[in-house]
């Protein structure tokens, strides 16, 4: 192996893996130890055990929390979807899995397509710096977002606020259709986000190595064998591009 990715990779001599902890479809659950574990951090751990150091789990609240430290060392490996803004400060890899984002509209909604969302005057609950924020951020024409902390934030406040709809990944939004009667989830997706390995711009070697890592863990089963073995299956899809 090329020192060089060791050193940009590893430079405390551990590989700090900073985790999103709001995208529960990534962070499954914990290990006996106590330690997150999901396909997000298996993929962390399999990044270690490849270059052959320790693995050391970061958690973050939320992405934004990940994309704002990036040049403050605080994480080796940033495990959030890719996302032009955040592509300013981190190279990411391509997709190792993709969750397809929509919307949750309540009883009565007449909306019935991804683009009747977008008018005037709709309103659309949202995770604010979420990766399908930022998306909406640049392509919504009309509609007005109306941003919270983290999934639990805006699905409160779509309820509390009488919103038009909620914005969020299709599984977690599944979980909000069950507990609001007569509310429905758009069919389509206005994006599917890239859940990507990053790592902080100028790490020339590292960031080929591990998109070298991402292409071959995605050709060679690893990633759906770790959907599979998280019971994300029909939730999580290997990454297409």
Known sequence: ????????LAPTGKLRVGLNMANNLLNTGTTVEGEP??????????????????????????????????DKNEWDLGMIGAEPKR?????????????????L?????????????????VRIAVSGRSAYDLFL?????????VRAQGVAGAAELFKSNNLDALA???????????????SR???????AVQQAIGVARGKKAAAEFIADFVTESKANGFIAS????????????????
């Open 226 to 241: 770790l959907i599979s073995k998280h019971g994300v299956t029909g939730k999580l899809a290997v990454g297409s591009s």
């Open 87 to 103: 592509a300013e400060v981190i190279d990411f890899s391509a997709a190792y899995v993709e969750i397809e984002a929509t919307y």
């Open 37 to 70: 574990d999901g396909v997000a951090p298996d993929m962390g751990r399999a990044v270690a055990k490849r270059i052959g150091v320790e693995v050391v789990l970061v958690k973050y609240a939320t992405p934004g929390e990940i994309a704002d430290t990036a």
């Open 137 to 145: 951020s640049r392509h919504l024409n009309n509609a007005e977002l």
């Open 185 to 191: 989830i758009i069919e389509g997706c206005f994006t």
């Open 168 to 182: 969020g990944l299709r599984p977690a939004l599944a979980i909000e259709a069950e507990k609001a009667a007569g």
């Open 105 to 121: 509209v309540p009883s009565g909604s007449p909306y019935k397509s991804i683009q009747d969302v977008d008018q005037e005057g």
């Open 1 to 8: 192996m090329n020192p060089e990715i060791l050193t940009q």
